[in-house]
T-cell receptor
Framework: GAVVSQHPSRVICKSGTSVKIECRSL??????MFWYRQFPKQSLMLMAT?????????EQGVEKDKFLINHASLTLSTLTVTSAHPEDSSFYIC??????????FGQGTRLTVV | AQSVSQHNHHVILSEAASLELGCNYS??????LFWYVQYPGQHLQLLLK??????LVKGIKGFEAEFIKSKFSFNLRKPSVQWSDTAEYFC??????????FGAGTILRVKS
């Protein structure tokens, strides 16, 4: 299957700093990428849908100024958590859609804000 | 809004037992349905998917799922589980566009 690489897999940052997470489709072009957040013992919650070359579409309740998404190319989308706080600590997962149907997932990024 | 409901959060089975994980969704239109699995420390992986056609779908590792439109269900089954099936299983539905909505997940533990 198609491969999606997410980097970094783990990051610890200080409160008030910003963190960038990258999501790359390695062997296919992804017109659409998705960013999810997973809280402990809960499901994946869709944060935003990212289309190459256009603004991301955020789900209700997700602060777009807090979670900046850039999808500059067909193989790369980035999520920047700005002015991170401890409550932003979570597991963030990206996925990329191939042909608008099946989604392939990155390995996730564990963010810890101290 | 779309929602996906998985009935059991934790399931514990002995090896060779049969497995059925329930999944119901709420959406009246045409849907694509998926089961994903997340083994400890690994990515989410696709187990199987239903888009159209035969409502009984066979996936990898001996898993299958049956789409019952009248019940809005897509239950996952395996006749005989193995210790290596210990993982978390997510049901997901895709209706409008490419957005996937996930259920809460079911953690399966298989005792050897």
């Amino acid at each position: 299957g198609a491969v999606v690489s997410q980097h970094p897999s783990r990051v610890i940052c200080k409160s008030g700093t910003s963190v960038k997470i990258e999501c790359r489709s390695l062997d296919f072009q992804a017109t659409t990428m998705f960013w999810y957040r997973q809280f402990p013992k809960q499901s994946l919650m869709l944060m935003a849908t990212s289309n190459e070359g256009s603004k991301a579409t955020y789900e209700q309740g997700v602060e777009k100024d807090k979670f900046l998404i850039n999808h500059a190319s067909l193989t790369l989308s980035t999520l920047t958590v700005t002015s991170a706080h401890p409550e932003d600590s979570s597991f963030y997962i990206c996925s990329a859609s191939l042909s608008g149907t099946e989604a392939f997932f990155g390995q996730g990024t564990r963010l810890t804000v101290v | 809004a779309q929602s996906v409901s998985q009935h059991n959060h934790h399931v514990i089975l002995s090896e060779a037992a049969s497995l059925e994980l329930g999944c119901n969704y709420s959406y009246g239109g045409t849907v694509n349905l998926f089961w994903y699995v997340q083994y400890p420390g690994q990515h989410l992986q696709l187990l199987l998917k239903y888009f159209s056609g035969d409502p009984l779908v066979k996936g990898i590792k001996g898993f299958e799922a049956e789409f019952i439109k009248s019940k809005f269900s897509f239950n996952l089954r395996k006749p005989s589980v193995q210790w290596s099936d210990t993982a978390e299983y997510f049901c997901a539905v895709n209706a409008r566009g490419n957005k996937l909505v996930f259920g809460a997940g079911t953690i399966l533990r298989v005792k050897s």
